[in-house]
């Protein structure tokens, strides 16, 4: 059993209720997918102790105390706060999972993420930049972009004033990753800047609908076309999703990561914190405290 300090908000939230999502949950139900707080009771064989920090992947984090299986607890960094881990595991474990498992990203390789300045996309900047790559951001406004430039990327573009991305991505040199999670218009114009043997990465849809992608280049360019759900690894190989989210603590432990929260409210706050996320305005993740 958690006491729950802090949650995230995650765009599968909005989806999740409005009966959108790919995991349906029938009202009533108890909303949030990730959150961090400490052990108040734990089974003796289950290595946790009470009082130990921990962030929690289960169903129904928007909670005071939430029962949860031992393996969705994992012990927290002492130098991580509870409003960075709460919305630490799906947001960074989704791009290390995207681009170091399924991409497999190298040094030097152009790396271009879409929503970039996004709970997600945020994290695939930096994590890009932590492999080596050179990163690309599209995000819309100059204050977004500023962020997305501290996180790491080597160019900016600025959604809202480009008028022909795939243009804009050919000029920058071509691309060898794609990671969208935004789809839409977007998700095409990147994917025909992929290079010869590109892999473009599946992550969202955060522009309102799925990209139409032109099948023909996947087949002449030899580019690989990847889906990545992160919480399907809970059952596809939760021992690969461990040891990426253990790796990404190190990598926070060496300063190597930043987690940027957007917003931090009171659960009080809580239509509001819905209001942000669905404005696609907010930068980083927007976690509630309990």
Known sequence: MVKIHASALNFADILKVQGRYQE??????????????EVIAAPAESGLTVGDRVAVYAAGTFSDIISVPVEACLRIPDSMSFEQAAGFQIAYGTSHLALDVR????????????????????????????????????????????????????????????TD?????????????????????AGEAAFRALRTGGRYLVIGFAGGRPPVLPLNHALVKNIAIHGLYWGGYTTLDPQVLRASLLQLFAMFEAGQLSPVNGQVLPFEQIERAFALLRSRKSVGKIVLTM
């Open 165 to 185: 991305l795939k243009a804009a991505l050919r000029d920058a040199g071509g691309v060898d990753v794609v990671y969208d999670a935004v789809g839409d218009a």
């Open 24 to 37: 349906r949950a029938e009202p009533p139900y108890v909303p949030g997918l990730e959150g961090a707080g």
């Open 103 to 162: 991409a497999g990203l190298k040094t030097g390789e152009t790396l271009v993420v879409l929503g970039a300045a996004g709970g997600v996309g945020l994290t695939a900047v930096e994590i890009g930049h932590a492999m080596g790559a050179r990163v690309i951001g599209l995000a819309r406004g100059q204050d977004r972009l500023d962020v997305v430039r501290a996180a790491g990327a080597d160019l900016v573009i600025d959604s809202a004033e480009c």
